[in-house]
């Protein structure tokens, strides 16, 4: 049996072929859109996301834990022996160093004026949050070591 055609199916569709490559330079022109997008946001996000930790190691030697509270290099350590308890000195808020007021015994933010208590816990002001505490070691001869993320 012959194979029978019929004569307008030979016939190319112009309107058919101008659709298919209008579809397929949309296609390609957003995908360059989307990768040149990419390449352009995602050094901007990386920054954003990208945080590099590093640890300073702070000690106290004895003769610096005078009084109730210390304060070395960003860090104000409270209590003394097993009960030593080391706060980072860093506003909650915006990162401003707070002072510590031995009147009213509380941690005061110079910048925005939040209100810690003696502990760290936040009293009041824009902070919203404690103090960060951070773990302290007490070694032999009274030394304590505090690491400090920065
Ligand atoms: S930085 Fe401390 S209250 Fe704003």
């Known amino acids: ?18 659709e298919r490559r209008g579809f397929l330079k949309r296609g390609l022109l957003w995908l360059m859109y989307v990768s040149g997008a990419a390449v352009l946001a995602y050094p901007a996000f990386s920054f ?29 350590l409270i209590g003394k022996g097993a009960d030593v308890k080391a706060l980072s000195a860093r506003c909650t808020h915006l990162g401003c160093i707070v002072n510590y007021d031995a009147v009213s015994r509380n941690f005061k933010c110079p910048c925005h004026g939040s209100i810690f208590g003696p502990s760290g816990r936040w009293i009041s002001g824009p902070a919203g ?19 400090l993320e920065i």
Not at 1 to 18: F, G, L, R
Not at 54 to 63: A, G, L, N, Y
Not at 130 to 147: F, N
């Open 129 to 147: 949050k404690d103090l960060i505490s951070i773990p302290a070691k007490t070694g032999p001869g009274g030394v304590v070591e505090v690491e």
């Open 48 to 76: 954003m996301g990208f945080r590099k930790i590093t640890k300073k190691r702070i000690v106290f030697q004895p003769d610096e834990l005078s009084g109730p509270v210390c304060f070395k290099e960003g860090v104000y």
């Open 1 to 18: 049996m012959a194979n029978i055609q019929h004569p307008a199916s030979s016939i190319q569709h112009p309107e058919t072929d101008m």
